[in-house]
């Protein structure tokens, strides 16, 4: 179990984490050097019923291409979370169902406001967060 690792290993472990989101970190910078901020996704599914089972390890989402564990939604936050770099969910638009589809848009490293700067910028553009009919 991944988080029996986490609460047990040496700290030599850590720190050897550490170097790498370190590293990742460094790289991104040096993506920054000519650009102001990244976008991707935030997650591969639209809004869903949330499950508040207890075992999380247990929780499944429904989508197009079969059953996902929950836990697969921590993919495009990760790049973030990582690096600790600042991110912001933007609204882009509607599915055809109606509900809010967000793009993340991930900037430099203490640049906090680039990303929502951007948002803001988008908003501007498209008309910023339309809640779903009937909320």
Avoid at 49 to 78: A, C, E, K, M
Avoid at 97 to 119: H, K, N
């Amino acid at each position: 179990m991944v988080g029996a690792l986490a609460w047990t290993a040496p700290h030599k472990h850590f720190l050897a984490a550490e170097d790498r989101r370190i590293a990742a970190r460094a790289v991104w910078q040096k993506y920054f050097e000519t650009r102001d901020a990244f976008f991707l996704p935030t997650a591969f599914v639209t809004a869903f019923p949330h499950d508040h089972s207890t075992n999380v390890d247990n929780r499944v989402l429904t989508t197009p291409n079969g059953p996902r564990q929950y836990s697969d939604l921590l993919f495009w936050i990760s790049f973030a979370t990582l690096t600790g770099l600042p991110a912001t969910t933007a609204p882009v638009g509607l599915t055809r169902e109606g509900l809010p589809v967000g793009i993340q848009i991930i900037g430099p490293y203490l640049e906090d406001a680039t990303p929502i700067d951007l948002a803001g910028k988008l908003a501007d553009v498209l008309g910023g967060f339309r809640p779903p009919q009937g909320y």
